[in-house]
């Protein structure tokens, strides 16, 4: 069972950057496809962004393109989200995933195996 688990979460002002970090238990997330997710109260978990196995190929959903960067580190187990002019209405939980297999729908929630915790992300106004 691959453990996930976030951390980097905090609260800054609009305009700020953070970056959070998600470390895998297993050396088998090198092959995965990860991805980091969001959930703001009372909203439903959606897709901020992925990235395939090799690093090569990334994807965003359109309210973060250009703000924000995903990477790995295959040697650290780690998934790295660095978030930059970070607004309000990022303001929300989180969650890094491990999708197994990779289905082609880096962006679908379900497609997804494994799941961290969570980490708070304020954005302030």
């Known amino acids: 069972q691959v453990q996930l688990v976030e951390s980097g979460g905090g609260q800054v002002q609009t305009g700020g950057s953070l970056r959070l970090s998600c470390a895998a238990s297993?050396?088998?997330?090198?092959?995965?496809?990860m991805g980091w997710f969001r959930q703001a109260p009372g909203k439903e978990r959606e897709f901020v962004t992925a990235i395939g196995w090799s690093g090569d190929s990334s994807y965003y959903a359109d309210s973060v393109k250009g703000r924000f960067t995903i990477s790995r580190d295959s040697a650290k187990n780690t998934v790295a989200l660095q978030m930059n002019s970070l607004k309000p209405e990022d303001t929300a939980v989180y969650y890094c995933a491990a999708q197994k297999e990779s289905l082609g729908a880096p962006t679908i929630r379900v497609f997804y195996d494994y799941w961290g915790q969570g980490t708070q992300v304020t954005v302030s106004s």
């Open positions: 297993e050396r088998s997330v090198t092959r995965y496809t």
